[in-house]
């Protein structure tokens, strides 16, 4: 197959890619390899370069064309995600930008701390840096962050690898979360309260014995006080385990301690809290999450990769 020119700047495409087949990974992120080979990924150098109204420029670093090779690459933005990274990926060969990834996702030797092979790593990292750039330029709040890209690359690459450090740490993660016994569900409860004008949203969280998500559920209230979001949260969430048909549940709400009889440190619902507080921010009508929504991943797996949160405590129950 001929080579193709893809950016412009002198770097060439081997179109030979039946290594994309190759990769440990998900169908989708093969499929995206598969893309970025055949100049099929809609950065704004491409999209310049087919006459399509842009100024081309890298919406990362807003200096430097985008094409795939400075996106990945060359970008002084995404260098922080590789030093986050700190995992010794092969060295860039000029000119050679396929070369380099067919060279990092074919490896699969185990070089980190974490027991994820080095291709599955790679891998995750160059999705979640194309996720994140496309985040920032669909929705201009979205701060593009490289120690979020690192911990969902090692979240979702530690779902391909059962054996991996990580989902080790998952289990002692569990232990301290204290799982309902067997047959039992557990929904932890929190509002958040923001803003001078004292916005309000509430959200229920529903695990099972052996630790994994339910579901969630989470409104935006309107104006009002910390008790009544956490009031909410618990209207919501039962109203939530009763859809689900749920008869044996352990209710855990935050700070409602006067009014009952257990209190829940929000280090140890720290889920909740941030379901809360994105949906108090964006101010999100009543929806239910079957799964742990994406926003919600990074701080999940940044507690699992050492951002531990501790406080001293006595004589009280915590859940
Ligand atoms: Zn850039």
Redesign the pocket.
Known sequence: MALNDIDGMGTTVNGNLSWVWKIQCHARLKFFFWKLGHDGIACNGILASRNIPTDGL?P?????F?SPY??FVD????KLVWQAGANNFKAFALNDFFGWLRENVLCSSISNDLKIPHGTFFTYIMWHIWVARNKKVFFSNEAFSPSSIIHLAMARAAHLVPNSKLDRMVSNVELSWTPPESGWFKLNVDGSCIGTHQHIAAAGIIRNSSGHWVSGIAQYIGVGNSIQAELWGLLLGLKRARELGIQFLHVLPTSVQPMLSWHVFREKNCYTDNLAKHVATMRISLTVFDVVPDFLFSVFWADLVGISRSRRIKNIVVG
């Open positions: 890298c990362l670093c807003a200096v430097d985008e400075h996106l970008c002084n933005v995404t």
